[in-house]
Nanobody, 128 residues
């Protein structure tokens, strides 16, 4: 199983980035995928998740709701995180992760569940 996060970079406040999480080694559409982030000196924070079976259910942390959009492309085995109106407080290393169980729910509780696989992070820096 592999998860590869990419798409990070440096932007000014108000800018946009799109993160990608390319997955391999498992049946992609069977598992909820989750984005987390960790800023220096802070605890890891669950950002968003998207459910299995085509991504019919999504969840967003309050801190990103209305600004971030998660989606999945089954044909590419990839989950995307479109981040708009970025703020300095969005600065962090972003990680994608896979749920332990097939067909797991995607909701607030997902953010505190143990994930079975993690990708390497991608750095997002928002500064003027």
């Amino acid at each position: 199983v592999q998860l590869q996060a990419s798409g990070g970079g440096s932007v000014h406040p108000g800018g946009s980035l799109r993160l990608s999480c390319a997955a391999s080694g498992f049946v992609f559409d069977y598992y909820t995928i989750v984005w987390f982030r960790q800023a220096p000196g802070k605890e890891r924070e669950g950002v968003s998740c998207i459910s299995s079976s085509g991504g019919s259910t999504t969840y967003y942390a309050d801190s990103v709701k209305g600004r971030f959009t998660i989606s999945r492309d089954v044909s590419k085995n990839t989950v995307f995180l479109q981040m708009n109106t970025l703020k300095p407080e969005d600065t962090a290393v972003y990680y994608c992760a896979r749920e332990k169980l097939m067909w797991a729910r995607c909701d607030r509780s997902t953010m505190s569940r143990e994930m079975s696989y993690w990708g390497e992070g991608t750095q997002v820096t928002v500064s003027s």
